[in-house]
């Protein structure tokens, strides 16, 4: 590349790796709560579950802090505690690791399918026993996990079965919305689909679920949050369970509500840019992009994902990054194997080398640039950046 190119490459501004798309319409909605004389949840909040539910088709949502909130009330909600095991892959977010070995259960590993990091169903398979008691897949990036085979494996051993939708809001399985059906838990985190700046929704068709979930939000009162006419909690309301409080306060409701508005137009623009990316990476033999899986599926794009070729491109994924970041494109890392976090390092007996795809993506995973108000030119400096960055 001459100089004059490379130059000003380096003088565009820092491209971050995910951003999110405020406009004034979300502003207003926020604003218009906080001169409304009540900012916590009420009628928002609940307007939020009811087009919530209307958008993925699920018969019940709830709305909560986030979605590790959620994770925590349905591990409770299910009982799960000492001598329980939990199945899931390492190649997630913390957050689930975390709430598993805090209710006092041990997480198993399932490993993942190398190209779609998705749960293996022969590897879940492995790990079944009668200390199993829940399974939660990831659908990871925005492509969903075959629900099929993991649907009948937990009605034959009668385990529960969560689904970690953090990164799922407007995939689809075989026509299905995730969220429409089971139970399924999205996060409203600022790199989401949609964001709330923190923030979760629980879904589910479980009505009994669901009514423990309501308690369980909100210090386990046998009553809800917010009484329409006294504008407030009602005051008889009584501890029917000791409860957390995870309830979504209409401002951030507001901001949710105003952010669904615009969901189809925000993953019609990530696909059109993750379809770019693809295009143009087509040609570097030192990037592997993710394959989506083998079924009728919709993506939602909420991350763009590939793996460093590291003996090709004869440097760390952790350099690349690095190097990418100095000329100015910012990058992700989801994730680096829960099983290789020092505490889970020290704490779990996992044999080195046993989650074989898990850990060769763990080494090589990296997600470029993608939000919807990013443009196309982004992408095609991304790719440039790549290509000076390899060349090197
Ligand atoms: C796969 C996955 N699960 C769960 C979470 C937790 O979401 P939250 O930040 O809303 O608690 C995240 C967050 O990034 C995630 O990526």
Known sequence: MDTKKSESIMCEPFLPFSKPSINSDDISAVNKVLRSG??????????????????????????????????????????????????????????????????????????IDKNTLMLDKESVEKCLSEKVKMIIPVHFAGAPVQMDSLQKMAQKHNIVLVEDAAHALGTQYKNIKIGSQGTS???????????????GMLCSDDDTLIEKIQRLKFHGLGMDSFDRISQG??????????????????????????????????????????????ELLNDVEEIIP??????????????????????????????????????????????KAAHLHRYYKDHLNITPGSLVNTEWNSKRILSLPLFPDMTHKDVHRVVTVIKKVLKK
Not at 185 to 193: D, L, Q, R, V
Not at 254 to 275: V, W
Not at 305 to 334: C, P
Request: charged content about 20%.
């Open 38 to 111: 009540w900012i916590t949840t009420g009628s928002k909040s609940a307007e939020f579950e009811k087009k919530f539910c209307e958008y993925t088709g699920s018969p019940n949502a709830v709305a909560l802090t986030s979605a590790t909130a959620g994770m925590h009330l349905v591990l409770k909600a299910f009982g799960i505690g000492p001598g329980d095991d939990v199945i899931t892959p390492s190649m997630t977010w913390v957050s689930t690791i975390n709430l598993i070995t805090m209710a006092g259960a041990t997480p198993v590993f399932a490993d």
């Open 185 to 199: 838990i999205f996060s409203f985190h600022p790199i989401k689909n949609i964001t709330t700046g923190e923030g």
């Open 290 to 335: 993710l394959n989506p899986p083998e079924a009728d599926i919709k993506h939602s794009w909420h991350l763009f994902i590939v793996r460093l070729d590291i003996d090709k491109a004869g440097m760390s994924r952790d350099r690349f990054m690095e190097d990418l970041k100095k000329n100015n494109i910012g990058t992700g890392l989801h994730f």
């Open 233 to 278: 909690r009602l005051p008889q309301a009584e501890v029917l369970e000791p409860g957390y409080k995870y309830n979504l306060p209409d401002i951030l409701a507001a901001l949710g509500l105003s952010q669904l508005n615009r969901i189809n137009g925000f993953n019609e623009k990530r696909e059109a840019l993750a379809l770019h990316y693809l």
